[in-house]
């Protein structure tokens, strides 16, 4: 630490490295934006935080290895399969010399991250066990509201959502900033969330769950998901820095993205779509 108390490095980064929602896709309509199932990295000095362990994971876990990171912590949003399907590839877990410690609190009072983690990566639907990690382990439930510490001076909220089977939204703060993601969670008409809006007050920059269009919510009400127009409601009220839209439909094309991120940015100054790759200074 410095005499002012600030960490010696004050680097606050967020790198996107999954931003699609409900399965992966590839092809010509969706290089852009990518196809990467939710994963996203925030950097607080030389701390790095996971959320999600979407396809997008195995990535982050071969370039964060390759600069030297051994010491991680994923922080679960929910486990449907777009969240956990590249748990099982997350390469450090495997390997003797790295720490990770997992963290959990959507299901807390019926199944423990420990249990979540070992009904999930087990045959048959994947050929080993976590008994076969060789890095050091560590399993973390909380509750819904709970605030965790991870490493001194960083502290994390934490908020239910509205999603089968339960969410959890994340407000990072770090050194005077803060990063909210808030994915996996459904809105009702005319109404803002009090606890989205308690995660995002004031905060420099939110990601947000932007799965539908607005006139698709009737179709798909109950599925647990929101839109673009929600997100830019609760920004404003929020008084937030900037929102980036995420866990886009897998049917969402290059185009029709950019078309949002276009028309988003003249409504609210902030607002963009986030993109597989993207890394965002706060």
């Known amino acids: 630490m410095t005499e ?39 950097r607080c000095g030389d701390h790095v935080l996971l959320f999600d362990a979407g396809t997008g994971l195995p990535n982050a876990a071969r370039e964060l290895a390759a600069e030297g990171v051994t010491d991680f912590n994923l922080f679960f949003s929910h486990c449907h399969y777009d969240h956990i399907s590249g748990l099982p590839f997350f390469k450090p877990m495997y390997l003797p010399g790295y720490s990770v410690s997992f963290w959990s609190g959507h299901l807390a009072g019926k199944m423990t991250t420990r249990e979540m983690i070992c009904a999930f990566i087990q045959p048959p639907w994947f050929p080993v066990g976590p008994d076969i990690c060789a890095a050091k382990m560590g399993m973390n439930d909380f509750r819904a ?127 963009f779509c986030a993109f597989d790759g993207q890394v965002i200074d706060v």
């Open 145 to 271: 509201g709970d605030v965790l510490e991870p490493h001194p001076g960083i502290r994390i909220k934490t908020g239910g959502l509205a999603h089968p089977g339960g969410s959890i939204g994340y407000r990072i703060e770090w050194e005077g900033r803060s990063v909210a993601i808030i994915t996996d969670t459904e809105h009702v008409p005319d109404e803002l969330d009090p606890t989205v809006l308690d995660l995002i007050r004031n905060v420099d920059l939110f990601f947000y769950d932007t799965t539908y269009l607005e006139d698709e919510m009737d179709t798909y009400r109950g599925y647990g998901h929101s839109t673009w127009e929600q997100a830019i409601k609760l920004a404003k009220a929020a008084n937030a820095g900037r929102v980036g839209f995420i866990h886009h439909a897998p049917t969402r094309t290059d185009d029709e993205l950019s078309a949002i991120d276009t028309l988003a940015a003249k409504r609210f100054k902030g607002a």
């Open 4 to 42: 002012e108390g600030r960490s010696e490095n004050p680097l606050f980064q967020v790198r996107c490295w999954g931003v699609r929602g409900t399965m992966p896709i590839c092809g010509d309509a969706f290089r852009r934006f990518g196809g990467n199932t939710i994963c996203i990295e925030v």
